[in-house]
C-alpha cells in the first residue's frame, strides 16, 4: 500500500532465451530496465497510450545500445546516426496504408505491425 493508500503493483520481466546473442540480451535487459522509468516513474498507462511507454523506452534502449556498441561492450557496429531503422520502419508503415492512430487502445489495434510500429518506433520518433 502507499502511503496515499493507493495499490502499488508490483511488476514482473522475464528475460527468456538461453541461446540468444549477447546483444540480444542486453538488448531486451536494457529495454525492460527502462520501462522501470518510462512506465513505472512516470507512470504512463501502457494500454491507452503505449506509445508513451514503448516510444521513450525504444529511444532510450537505442542511445544505450548504440554507446554499449561505441565502447566495446557489446558486439556490432557504432553509428552516429543510431535512428536510422527507427525512421525507416516508421516510413514503411506509413507507406504500407496500415498505419493507425496512436490513440488507438494497445488491445484494439488492427493488426500487430500497426501497434509494434506504432508504438514502438513511432513513439521513439516523436
Ligand atoms: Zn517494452
Redo the contacts with the bound molecule.
Sequence with gaps: MGGDGGMEYPMATLITGADRSISSLAGVAI??LM?SWYQMMLATNESLYAWM??GF?TLASCEVMNELRRTGDVPGAYTPMPYVDLYNGLRNLIKSGREEALSTHADHFTTNYAYGVGSYTKGAVF
Aim: charged letters at 50%.
Design positions: 529495454h525492460e520501462h511507454d514503448e523506452t
